[in-house]
């Protein structure tokens, strides 16, 4: 068995991982049946990991192991029928989905699901990244804390206080929604509240076309890593064949 484990880890492993790269990094010469192949696996091989993860850390257990363990005396109690049999009750309306004729059944599990869902990501995206990053940057407007950490000197200090203010609030500013004006006011001088609200707005747009760059080079700079050790991999697992490995 060692000697089959050794076999897979040194040659068969290396052979078919720089197989799938290939077929995958074959897709720059256009679509074809090899890099559409390594896509079929991918998606397949992620779909049955993440089914089998879920079935062994999630469905058994969290529902079918405690319901054996409960027995049929203990699902009567009804704290374990609203915490056992209702999940279950749902995950089998959810399954029915997949049935053409009873499908509308699941239409209360999907609704479930989906608000459920939406309710942690947004009281997640809340506590974890909208109350954090605006207690951040109001951190940053306190030289006493900010200064030593970053060794700027107070002229520096105050320039990057003045841009992070400037982008912070035009950025707010672009998404600011008001009412058309009507046709009988075309003739009407321009509002000056109006045109610098609109500078503000540019401003703005400029800052998110700014930041959205800085993210594109970043994912951009990430790919060409991965690109890079892909090649690195593929050359070495070519060196260790040549070499007899």
Not at 77 to 85: D, E, G, K, Q, W
Not at 91 to 103: D, M, N, R
Not at 138 to 153: I, K, Y
Not at 226 to 232: F, G, K, P, S
Request: net charge positive; no cysteine; charged share 10%.
């Amino acid at each position: 068995m060692t000697e089959i484990t050794t076999l897979v880890d040194t040659l068969i492993g290396p052979i078919v991982a720089a197989l799938l790269t290939i077929m995958v990094l074959s897709y720059l010469i256009g679509d074809n049946p090899f890099f559409r192949l390594a896509t079929h696996l991918f998606i397949g091989v992620a779909a049955g990991y993440a089914g089998a993860l879920a079935a062994r850390s999630v469905l058994w257990p969290g529902l079918l192991q405690p319901i054996l363990q409960a027995g049929l005396g203990g699902l009567l109690n009804p704290t374990a029928a609203l915490t056992l049999l209702v999940p279950a009750l749902l995950a089998f309306l959810l399954v029915l989905k997949l049935v053409p004729g009873p499908s509308r059944l699941g239409t209360f599990s999907t609704a479930f699901l989906v608000g459920v869902g939406a309710a942690v990501v947004v009281g997640g995206a809340i506590t974890g990244t909208l109350i954090p990053q605006s207690m951040a940057a109001m951190g940053t407007f306190d030289p006493g804390v900010v200064s030593p950490q970053t060794g700027e000197t107070g002229f520096e200090r105050v320039v990057n206080l003045v841009i992070l203010l400037t982008g912070t609030l035009s950025t707010l500013a672009y998404f600011r929604f008001t009412l058309r004006r009507s046709a009988g006011s075309e003739g009407r001088p321009p509002d000056p509240i109006g045109l610098l609200g609109m500078a503000v707005s540019a401003l703005g747009r400029s800052f998110i076309a700014l930041a959205f760059g800085v993210m594109y080079a970043g994912a951009l700079s990430a790919t060409l890593l991965i690109l890079t050790q892909r090649v690195q991999f593929l050359m070495d697992a070519l060196t260790g064949l040549m070499a007899g490995r």
